[in-house]
């Protein structure tokens, strides 16, 4: 079977780093390093970084100005030698290359340890804050966001702030498998060809929809787990999200009360939500890389780079673009996102944090009858700012994410520096 998972391209946009775009391969010529031995290396074997799929695993970029569908290209076989050198400069260069390797590797991790566990406390009191609808404090700033998380670590522990974390691990779990699988047995593409048209994009958005269904149930006791208190709350298992997902649609498990929403009737808002997310990620992400690399391209017509520029340049754009996009989805669609865990937690019997106060505890008893009844009642109530409540976290959580990128720059600039 031949697999429809094309190189270098993901969804929408293209995922492809600075390294293996044919549009901006004058970025990197082989003029810009140092000897033919480093051009060997770079091309043949660039490190690939955890959570990027711009390569798959095992596989290989193909060599400067040789097309993707030829034949893999054996770098440390065929490696050049930049003369009279012996062996020390193949030593020095498969050095360079463990160094880059392992610097790739870690940038990645930083990237996703930010986004997955140390914004974690961000997720939990921002969607604490969106689902309390008693809150008079709005928390739309991220100074109020900071006093109160100190107020329930002070009050429950840091337990407070980490709850559910394991349940947003699963549902990632889910949602991938569940893509996987529906691509594998239906025509639906899981990635877009580079030759693009419209029933593609449609086939494409279909399967996220049926992908998005699936894994909604999940989502919604993964929900409940970040935002029901920790004075009430049980001791749970890790496979809690699933078991609770499973009884949400067979409509067993754990009582809930007459206004629980049925899942046909958020079928709707979390389809919504999640491909006008996927969507704007995809678009911004495509915009920012071809800004990233035209000035990188321009950059290296300008003036001479060094290696460590451009290794540099070839991992940060997509950490970049990646930050940007999901930065300008959550902004945008976080009123749309408040309406949908409202919808989610009606009538599951939650009992959530008082984040007025910092202790004591909130029943959750709206009445929503659907979507348009939750907007309507959210801005006669609360008014248009009611749909940003909790928004000071989102500000902190990437604050948090741009520093580590940052930091994770900085130390990688040293540690290439010193192996040069």
């Known amino acids: 079977m031949h697999p429809r998972r094309p190189d270098g391209f993901d969804g929408l946009g293209y995922r492809g780093g600075a390294r293996d775009e044919q549009g901006f391969g004058g970025a990197f010529p082989a003029r810009s390093f140092s000897s033919g031995s480093d051009l060997g290396h770079w091309v043949t074997t660039p490190p690939d970084i955890p959570g990027s799929r711009n390569l798959h695993w095992g596989e290989k970029s193909p060599p400067y100005g040789v097309p993707s569908t030829s034949t893999p290209y054996e770098g440390p076989a065929e490696e050049p030698f930049s003369g009279g050198g012996g062996g020390g400069g193949s030593v020095q260069g498969q050095s360079s290359e463990q160094l880059n390797r392992f610097a790739g590797f870690g940038i990645g991790l930083a990237s996703l340890f930010t986004e997955n566990v140390l914004a974690h406390p961000c997720i939990v009191l921002r969607r604490q804050c969106q689902v309390n609808y008693h809150a008079r404090h709005y928390h739309l700033t991220p100074f109020t966001v900071i006093n109160i998380m100190y107020s329930f670590n002070k009050t429950q522990g840091p337990r407070a702030l980490w709850k559910g974390m394991g349940s947003t691990f699963i549902v990632q779990g889910v949602t991938l498998g569940a893509e996987g699988i529906i691509s594998e047995f239906t025509p639906l593409p899981r990635e877009i060809l580079h030759k693009w048209n419209p029933k593609q994009i449609g086939e494409h958005l279909l399967l996220k929809s049926l992908t998005y269904i699936v894994a909604m149930p999940f989502y919604s006791a993964s929900l409940i787990e970040t935002v029901q208190s920790e004075i009430i709350r049980d001791n749970a298992g890790i496979l809690e999200c699933v078991k609770e997902g499973i009884g949400r649609v067979i409509g067993m498990g754990v009582p809930h009360s007459k206004r629980l929403l049925p899942l046909l009737s958020l079928i709707f808002p979390t389809v919504l939500h999640g491909v006008l997310h996927y969507i704007i990620s995809s678009v911004i992400q495509k915009f920012v890389l071809l800004i990233l690399k035209r000035k990188t391209y321009n950059s290296h017509l300008a003036e001479s780079t060094s290696p460590v520029q451009s290794m540099l340049d070839a991992y940060f754009p997509e ?29 599951t019997r939650t009992i959530i944090d008082n984040t007025d106060l910092g202790y004591e505890v909130l029943p959750i008893n709206t009445q929503y009858e659907g979507m348009r009844d939750c907007i309507n009642t959210i801005r006669q109530e609360e008014g248009v700012l009611g749909f940003y409540k909790g928004f000071g976290a989102v500000i902190i959580q990437y604050t948090l994410h741009a520093a580590v990128l940052q930091i994770t720059k900085i130390i990688y600039s040293t540690l290439l520096q010193n192996s040069v």
Not at 327 to 341: G, K, N, R
Request: charged share 10%; aromatic share 6%.
């Open 319 to 347: 950490l970049i673009a990646n930050f940007a996009a999901s930065l300008c989805s959550d902004v945008i669609l976080y009123p749309l996102e408040t309406v949908l865990h409202r919808l989610h937690i009606q009538g």
